[in-house]
Structures are given as C-alpha cells and as structure tokens.
C-alpha cells in the first residue's frame, strides 16, 4: 500500500467531549453534517471520535473487565484495509494507556447501518 504523505493527519480516536468537536461552530472542515447525529446525541453526550485523515468516520466505546477490555469501533462507512489496521493499532495504544494492568486487550469494528 502507498505510504500517506509527510502531511497526512494520524488516525486519532478523540475523548469523550473533546475540545476538537465542542469548540467549532462549523464542525463541517472534520465532520460530515450526515453523522453529526451519531456523536452528539440527543442527551448531550459526545461520543470519542475516531479520525482518519482528519475527518470523522466513526466512534468508539471502551469496556473494561478484569481480564479483558474491548474498544468497539462503530464506523460510519467501510474503511480501507490500511485505515483499519492504523485504527486498530491506536486503538490498543489507548487501551493499554487506559487499563495498563488489564491483560488482554481487543478491538472490534462494526459498519453502522
């Protein structure tokens, strides 16, 4: 597969809330208008983000349990190969941030109907 270019944007999975999403009136330069509706819901919430390209495809959500957690990536269209395997090796990065001491880390994706 190509290499990006030195100015590609990492693939990134945002924080619940995060500051990239609440702080732009025009969110449209990271975030197609269709799957606003997907990450701020209706409640309020935020969901974390994930960035491929700089734009969001998708969000995720984290599990813990005592010998697994789980991050399930919930994206909003099919992804490339190579975007997939950049998503989920950030995504056990952030796991093995969050839960250093659980053993077992996993990552499952889903395309959202």
């Known amino acids: 597969a190509p290499r990006p270019t030195s100015g590609t944007p990492p693939v990134r999975i945002l924080a619940p809330f995060d500051n990239i999403l609440l702080s732009h009136a025009d969110r449209s330069r990271i975030m197609d208008e269709q799957y606003r509706t997907r990450v701020f819901t209706v409640n309020g919430i935020i969901k974390p983000a994930i960035l491929v390209r700089g734009k969001?495809?998708?969000?995720?959500?984290?599990?813990?349990?005592?010998?697994?957690?789980?991050?399930?990536?919930?994206?909003?269209?099919?992804?490339?190969?190579?975007?997939?395997?950049?998503?989920?090796?950030?995504?056990?990065?952030?796991?093995?941030?969050?839960?250093?001491?659980?053993?077992?880390?996993?990552?499952?994706?889903?395309?959202?109907?």
């Open 56 to 113: 969001v495809v998708g969000f995720a959500a984290v599990t813990p349990a005592k010998e697994t957690v789980e991050l399930s990536a919930t994206l909003f269209a099919q992804q490339p190969k190579t975007a997939l395997a950049s998503i989920e090796k950030e995504a056990r990065s952030l796991l093995k941030f969050m839960h250093p001491t659980i053993p077992t880390r996993e990552v499952r994706f889903a395309v959202a109907t």
